[in-house]
């Protein structure tokens, strides 16, 4: 029994020009099927829309406001474009494009759920580097991909409206309830000084003593609204939430202010309590009279800064919840595209015939191989075919 000898590059060579014929058909029959192939296969088009999310609207409040500024230095647009990636992806925004472009009768979908699945697999919402956002659709019309990509934008931009109108009326329903409290109060603290007036007549203040009531006041003031700010931002956000903290926090280090011009620095841990209607500086050496005229003094001054104040956000409440402009710039809008997104026809022959001519030549190879086989060496030529035909066993006829 002869040892089959191990073949050189040069023996591979020969083999592969003997079979050429063999690797030649079989390379030549997979170009046309692929080329066939991927004329049947049915053309995708792609279409996209770019857009770039807005400035964060910096609110009603100067605390907001520089809590929204300093966010958007650290962060960017990060946030709002991560809400807006979910809103697009949201199963309400699906299932509206699914009933408008009627997704389950043109292919065929017997459930909703299928449907939204299928359109999610040619829907892609993207991120670029610079904080734009772009949805992509892939479908067989060019039109209707064109028109998909657009209603998703459509869709995106109709609830960031109704959000912020939503918001905006919440606010200014919490706003318009505590400003007829303010009026009330303002009514209130009015009719006391003039009482007070009456009774004991004008008092004659001195200039520095003026100057600390106003102090006060515009400190009482930025209190009370921050006490209003806080009390809008707990009806939609959460006690844990970043803004919520830092309302506290300012709210606790202006009522130590506070509380240290009613009774000296060391009053400042007594957490504010004693009279709320005290002077903002000790007032020890003054009359009894004209501590009381200071007191009803500050109180009507601290609810007519109050009051204008809430006047100014109310209206500016208003307008919030009357607006009814777009939210979403959009950058490129989508077009019917001119070329196919796929099937990739160039690759599809390429790969196909590429593959074939290098199975084809394994072939060629392993047959040249099993020749020799039978001819050096017939004992493992018979055990080869037995593990062929146990490997692929035969049909029974």
């Not at 921050?226 to 939430?241: A, F």
């Not at 620095?265 to 501590?291: C, K, W, Y």
């Not at 959009?330 to 196919?340: E, I, M, N």
């Not at 020799?372 to 018979?382: C, G, I, L, S, V």
């Amino acid at each position: 029994m002869n040892r089959m000898r191990e073949w050189s590059l040069i023996d591979l060579l020969y083999v592969l020009v003997q079979r050429r014929k063999l690797i030649l058909w079989a390379v030549g029959g997979s170009f046309v099927l692929s080329v066939a192939i991927s004329l049947l296969l049915p053309k995708w088009y792609r279409a996209s829309s770019t857009i770039m999310p807005p400035r964060k609207d910096l609110g009603l409040f100067p605390v907001e406001q520089a809590m929204v500024t300093s966010s958007f230095n650290l962060l960017g647009y990060s946030e709002e474009t991560l809400k807006y990636k979910a809103i697009l992806e949201s199963r309400a925004v699906a299932e509206q494009i699914v009933r408008k472009f009627r997704i389950m009768e043109r292919y065929r979908k017997r459930r909703l759920e299928d449907a939204i699945r299928y359109l999610r697999k040619k829907t892609s919402v993207d991120i670029n580097e610079e904080n734009t956002i772009t949805v992509s659709v892939l479908d067989r019309d060019p039109q209707i991909a064109a028109a998909m990509a657009n209603q998703f934008v459509h869709l995106l931009d109709s609830l960031l409206t109704y959000f912020d109108v939503e918001k905006a009326r919440n606010d200014r329903i919490f706003i318009e309830n505590r400003l007829e409290q303010n009026k009330r109060d303002l009514a209130l603290a009015e009719e006391k000084l003039k009482e007070f007036s009456l009774r004991y007549g004008a008092i004659d203040l001195p200039t520095q003593i003026q100057a600390e009531i106003q102090n006060a006041a515009e400190l009482q003031a930025r209190i009370y609204a921050t006490e209003v700010e806080l009390g809008v931002k707990s009806r939609y956000l959460s006690p844990q939430h970043d803004e919520i903290r830092e309302l506290r926090f300012r709210l606790e280090e202006l009522r130590r202010q506070l509380a240290s011009m009613k009774y000296g620095p060391t009053a400042s841990s007594d957490n504010g309590q004693g009279g709320e209607r005290m002077l903002l500086i000790p007032f020890g050496d003054l009359p009894h009279v004209a501590m009381e005229n200071v007191q009803l003094y500050r109180e009507v001054q601290v609810q007519r800064k109050l009051y204008e104040f809430l006047v100014q956000e109310y209206e500016q409440a208003r307008i919030r919840e009357a607006r009814n402009t777009p939210v979403i710039q959009v950058l490129d809008p989508a077009v019917p595209p001119q070329r196919k997104a796929k099937p990739k026809r160039a690759l599809i022959v390429i790969a196909a015939t590429l593959l074939t001519g290098f199975f084809a030549c394994l072939v060629a190879i392993a047959q040249a191989r099993a020749e020799e086989m039978k001819r050096t060496d017939p004992e493992r030529y018979q055990r080869y075919k037995e593990l062929l035909a146990l490997l692929v066993p035969r049909r029974r006829r």
